[in-house]
């Protein structure tokens, strides 16, 4: 049996990002363990507050963040801390070495109907030791990242990580408190024929996507000629799990909803991370056209489309907004 600080111990080269890793997951028992309870935890329901998105607290974001910010910001390591849930990033320890990213519960709204939820971390190297960490430390592309993952709460809890070229696969024993390996080599198959869309915003997509959409309802009565299935957790860390596990796409595109908004995702704490566990698993992540890692940030709260998971489909899907940008 090969535990998470054991599997550390022997792929991570990085003893701080280890630690880091140890700090996250440490936090993700408790918050496991809060979820069991539900009700009886008195977790469930709106904390009465919005975050920096605007959008309403469910009182376990507000209790998963200041559980995680109070346990990074003990960590020596950690230089500083940027939440999805807070306006700025949260300096911690001037002479750490490390900068930590985390949507400390992703599909919050899941909460209250015991569907699953989960916690997205990101992991980036801090270039100013001895001094105070600054939001403008934090704007990094994807692609400097050491260490991204998730902690993903349903029938069991699950970490999916990755510290080298490959993503492996964690579930929380909940006997022994040990997170144990269970899929030590993950890869996504370059076809498929299952996607994830909210499919109730198509009238504010672009034109692409409205047509690879409407080619994938025809089915094999269309120009794909086979049937396809639609799945939708309404969390991006169950979709993303999905295709990690069996395949497919997971889409949350441009849209002209919010007009002030390029995508519903946010780059730093979602987009970024679940992109590198994509591409190392075999897969692509896109806005529809460019690689999500190679985005340079110019803001730690900026959205953007993505578009992540097998291979060819994520390649079809740009094939069709690059000619239709020719046009």
């Known amino acids: 049996m090969t535990t998470l600080a054991n599997y550390l111990n022997d792929h991570a080269t990085n003893p701080a ?9 440490d936090v993700g028992k408790t918050i496991s363990q809060l979820l069991r309870k539900g009700a009886l935890a008195d977790i469930l329901g709106e904390a009465g507050n919005q975050n920096v998105q605007g959008e309403e607290q469910k009182k376990l974001d507000v209790l998963a963040n200041d559980l995680l910010l109070d346990a990074l910001a003990q960590n020596s390591h950690c230089a500083g801390v940027a939440s999805e849930e807070l306006d700025n990033a949260t300096s911690a320890n001037a002479d750490g070495s490390l900068l930590v990213l985390f949507d400390p519960l992703d599909g919050s709204s899941n909460i209250d109907i015991n569907m699953a939820v ?9 270039q100013h030791q001895g001094h105070d960490s600054e939001n403008s430390d934090f704007l990094q592309a994807g692609n400097q990242q050491l260490a991204a993952g ?41 076809d498929t024929s299952e996607y994830a869309i ?42 993303v799990h999905r295709i990690l596990c069996r395949g497919g796409l ?17 780059l730093m704490y979602e987009a970024n991370p679940m992109s590198l566990l994509i591409e190392r698993a075999g897969g692509v992540a896109t806005d529809a056209v460019s690689r999500i890692l190679d985005i340079e940030p110019t803001d730690i709260h900026q959205r953007v489309p993505v578009v992540l998971g097998s291979k060819n489909e994520v390649n079809y899907v740009k094939d069709l907004h690059l000619q239709h940008a020719d046009k």
């Open 17 to 25: 990002v280890s630690d880091v890793i140890t700090s996250i997951t």
């Open 118 to 126: 989960g916690t997205i971390f990101s992991i980036l190297p801090y």
């Open 150 to 190: 998730y902690l993903l709460y349903g029938t069991s809890t699950v970490l999916a990580l990755t510290v080298a070229d490959n993503v492996v696969m964690f579930s929380l024993d909940p006997d022994s408190g040990d997170y144990v390996l269970i899929e030590d080599n993950v890869q996504i198959d370059a």
């Open 198 to 239: 909210n499919g109730s915003n198509y009238r504010y997509w672009r034109a692409p996507m409205q047509q690879y959409i409407d080619e994938l309802i025809a089915g094999k009565d269309g120009v794909r000629g086979r049937d396809f299935n639609t799945r939708w957790v309404a969390a991006m860390v169950g979709d």
């Open 250 to 266: 997971f889409t949350y595109p441009f849209d002209t909803k919010h007009a002030n908004k390029a995508g519903k995702l946010r």
